[in-house]
């Protein structure tokens, strides 16, 4: 992700590059071959910390496991972040952000960039045609995860495991669509399914392989409580498979109103819009006739039946996420001038990234089929790293640490 942003940056005439940091040389050559100008570089974090008074924006695209005191540190600085997700990986991770949150002086964006792929936020955008919201059902037919550096992705102590790591992303969109809070969630999920593809060392007993499909059901805070609690409230039901490559559709976001549904594909990149039948149904002892209800289309690949800023995007690629990243960093760049003037409001906030890692540790937590375990994960980071979460949730006044920031 890290180098996919750059590509981003590299695009507008307000930004530029000053700074590389990453301890892997590799990766921090190919950054750099990829970054215009001549950014200065640096392998230990603490190096580039130093330099935090010459730095506006910090692109926080680390390991996952690193994001949380990576937050701590950089949070105490009056600077703007953006931060890949998932915010935290572990309870102790995400207590310590809780706890530190009102007291942190930079402006913090989580970057969930689903909200912005075109279908998906066509999606939200027809919403109130279709009545109050009863169901959401979210699908993703993938790829198992990528090569990444030392394969901290298949690592359930770095990566948080796949409802954190890869499904933050749909809860965050859980959220964004019913606009309330998870109730209860519960899972049931396969293991070790890609153990021979991952290259795990399947004798040693410690391994704990990363989830390769899971279901997890979860219903969200009705209106208001009572007898009738039931109908007021959203049920949403999220599938995962990492082994259907070749799938027509990767992505499938499925939402039923009372009065219509809602229906997004990717990579089609379509949205469907159904309303239920009319005063033309007349006869309920049969099915209803086929002009009773509508279906309306939208051809989403065009952005301008998303975007009305369209012409605004600089010439750049698609990337990995349908145009996603560079619509982020449309309205990342808008609300960091708009922030010079006012507030800095960021279309995902810290706290929306702390919901969508608490929403999948929650699935993690409640696994309910017989021959698979919930998942208790303990963040794998330095002794120092974990002082510094320490001292964040033992202290009253957080302004107030001196947080040692050695590697």
Same mark, same amino acid.
Do not use: D, S, T
């Given at each position: 992700m890290g180098q996919e942003h750059i590509s981003y940056i590299n695009k507008y005439d307000t930004l530029s590059i000053a700074y590389l940091c990453d301890p892997n040389k590799s990766s921090l050559e190919t950054a750099l071959a990829m970054a215009e100008g001549s950014p200065a570089t640096f392998e230990k974090e603490s190096e580039l910390l130093d330099q935090v008074n010459e730095i506006d924006l910090l692109v926080i695209a680390s390991p996952n496991f690193m994001h949380t005191p990576q937050l701590l540190r950089w949070g105490q600085h009056h600077i703007t972040i953006l931060c890949e997700k998932p915010a935290a990986i572990s309870e102790k991770q995400v207590n310590a952000l809780k706890a530190a949150q009102a007291h942190l002086k930079a402006n913090i964006w !989580? *970057?969930?960039?689903?909200?912005?792929?075109? *279908? !998906?936020? #066509?999606? @939200?955008?027809?919403?109130?045609? !279709?009545?109050?919201? #009863? #169901? @959401? *059902? !979210?699908?993703?037919n993938r790829y198992p995860f990528l090569t990444k550096i030392e394969e901290w992705n298949k690592d359930v102590d770095k990566s948080g495991d796949t409802l954190v790591e890869k499904c933050c992303h749909f809860f965050d969109l859980f959220r964004l669509i019913t606009a309330k809070e998870m109730a209860s969630c519960v899972s049931k999920v396969h293991r070790g399914l890609l153990s021979d593809h991952y290259g795990y060392d399947v004798t040693d007993d410690k391994v704990i392989p990363i989830i390769d499909s899971a279901y997890a059901l979860l219903d969200f805070e009705p209106d208001a409580p009572g007898k009738n609690a039931s109908q007021q409230s959203v049920l949403g039901c999220l599938e995962l498979c990492m082994f259907a490559e070749g799938s027509r559709h990767q992505e499938e976001i499925i939402v039923t109103g009372m009065r219509g549904r809602l229906e997004a594909y990717l990579p089609e990149n379509k949205v469907f819009l159904y309303q239920r039948p009319t005063s033309l149904w007349t006869d309920k002892s049969k099915p209803p006739p086929q002009g009773s209800f509508s279906e309306e289309v939208f051809d989403c690949s065009d952005l301008r039946q998303v975007y009305d800023f369209v012409d605004e995007l600089p010439s750049m690629h698609a990337g990995y996420h349908y145009c996603s990243t560079a619509i982020e960093w449309k309205y990342l760049i808008d609300a960091i001038h708009d922030a010079a003037a006012g507030k800095f409001v960021p279309k995902v906030s810290l706290d929306d990234g702390i919901k969508a890692v608490e929403m999948g540790i929650a699935g993690l937590n409640n696994i309910t089929n017989a021959d698979s375990t919930s998942t208790n994960v303990t963040a794998h980071i330095s002794k120092s790293e974990d002082n510094l979460l320490n001292l964040v949730l033992n202290s009253a006044v957080f302004d107030e640490l001196k947080l040692n920031v050695q590697q």
């Open positions: !989580i *970057a969930m960039e689903y909200r912005f792929m075109p *279908a !998906i936020n #066509k999606l @939200v955008q027809m919403l109130p045609h !279709i009545g109050p919201i #009863k #169901k @959401v *059902a !979210i699908r993703e």
